[in-house]
């Protein structure tokens, strides 16, 4: 297993259109999260899966943000009608969701909105 | 809902020096503790854990953290700096269904030759 892919690794938009992330977990990871981080600043949670569920959605994921995890494994974040404010980095993580507490981390993507 | 406070924002240490980086966390229950590494462009390391136990816990690449209950504490240290170690230390906080961790913003460490 080769760890956390994340694809692009980067990407510049202009404001307005739609862009989408994907994201490979650890094999046997049953969670998969997604984060944002923003220059100089931790990591803020977006959501999470546990297999194929969304268990949980940050006020952060506005409207225009969607994930999904169809089969349980790889995972896609969109944004639509993209904004300057969603330059960022989107990290995917992933977990087992007992037992082995920490996440791994993908590269990330690093989105730029022009 | 748990938190966490890195009151440095950047530290410079020469290398072969001692470092040690500060967080303090807030958690209602037992929490479960993490050092994060994170190189530019990168995503993030995992450096250590703490979840019970030994409150001394050793980590990747030499370092070490300790947990102190009474000051909410888990500080970062390692002995001797050498100059790869320049990069971006996070300090997390989760929970114990490991559902909801949460980042401080980060200490960025710079080593001197």
């Known amino acids: 297993d080769t760890g956390v892919s994340q694809d692009p690794r980067h990407k510049i938009t202009k404001r307005g259109q739609n862009v989408t992330f994907r994201c490979d977990p650890i094999s046997e990871h049953n969670r998969l999260y997604w984060y944002r981080q923003t220059l100089g600043q931790g990591p803020e949670f977006l959501t999470y899966?546990?297999?194929?569920?969304?268990?949980?959605k940050s006020r952060l994921l506005s409207d225009r943000f969607s994930a999904e995890r169809p089969k349980g494994s790889f995972s896609t974040l969109e944004i639509q009608r993209t904004e300057q404010g969603d330059s960022a980095m989107y990290l995917c993580a992933s977990s087992l969701s007992m037992g082995n507490y920490g996440y791994t981390f993908g590269s990330g993507t690093r989105l730029t909105v022009v | 809902a748990q938190s966490v406070t890195q009151p440095d924002i950047h530290i410079t240490v020469s290398e072969g020096a001692s470092l040690e980086l500060r967080c303090n966390y807030s958690y209602g229950a037992t929490p479960y503790l993490f050092w994060y590494v994170q190189s530019p462009g990168q995503g993030l390391q995992l450096l250590l854990k703490y979840f019970s136990g030994d409150t001394l816990v050793q980590g990747i690449k030499g370092f070490e953290a300790e947990f102190k209950r009474s000051q909410s504490s888990f500080n970062l240290r390692k002995p001797s700096v050498h100059w790869s170690d320049a990069a971006e230390y996070f300090c997390a906080v989760g929970a114990s269904n490991n559902n909801d961790m949460r980042f401080g913003a980060g200490t960025r460490l710079t080593v001197k030759p």
């Open positions: 899966f546990q297999n194929e569920a969304q268990l949980e």
